[in-house]
């Protein structure tokens, strides 16, 4: 929800009420996201909408839009500590692309972070910049040495 809601108000609503409102996402659909299974458990999340359903982004001065075109973003992606470094990240972020494509995108957009020498698993949070290389995204713009704006025409 960090991306969907003002700063105070993601902090406002910390816990609970931030999960409810995930929840309520989910009921309401499209789903906000794709998940990643290993049988029936859920391993890895990914997720992916509108541009215009973060908000977070447009007050971003390193993320901000780079052009008018209508843009489905993959904000956040998890993976189960198990089930990391195995290529999963790459696959969600293509399974994001398919299902936005789904929903009508022609262009889906991520955020990753470069990882210069090492970087805590939870500060990834947006995904590495190999995932979404390996998902055949490429770089579209960089006001940031560490975090490129990367896209796929779906």
Not at 106 to 127: C, H, K, M, N
């Amino acid at each position: 929800m960090t991306w969907r809601l003002s700063r105070a108000d993601f902090h406002r609503n910390k816990g609970d009420k931030n999960r409810a409102a995930l929840h309520q996402l989910v009921s309401d659909g499209p789903a906000p996201g794709v998940l990643a299974y290993a049988e029936a458990e859920a391993v890895g999340w990914c997720a992916v909408a509108p541009r215009t359903a973060y908000p977070a982004l447009e007050r971003s001065r390193v993320l901000k839009p780079i052009d008018d075109q209508q843009v489905w973003s993959i904000s956040c992606l998890f993976v189960a500590k198990k089930y990391r470094r195995l290529g999963l990240s790459a696959q969600l972020v293509t399974a994001a692309a398919k299902f936005a494509k789904s929903q009508g995108a022609r262009i889906v957009e991520g955020y990753p972070q470069v990882v210069d020498g090492s970087l805590p698993d939870a500060f990834v949070w947006t995904g590495l910049e190999q995932s979404f290389l390996k998902a055949e995204f490429v770089e579209v713009a960089r006001r940031s040495p560490m975090r490129p704006i990367v896209r796929i025409q779906t």
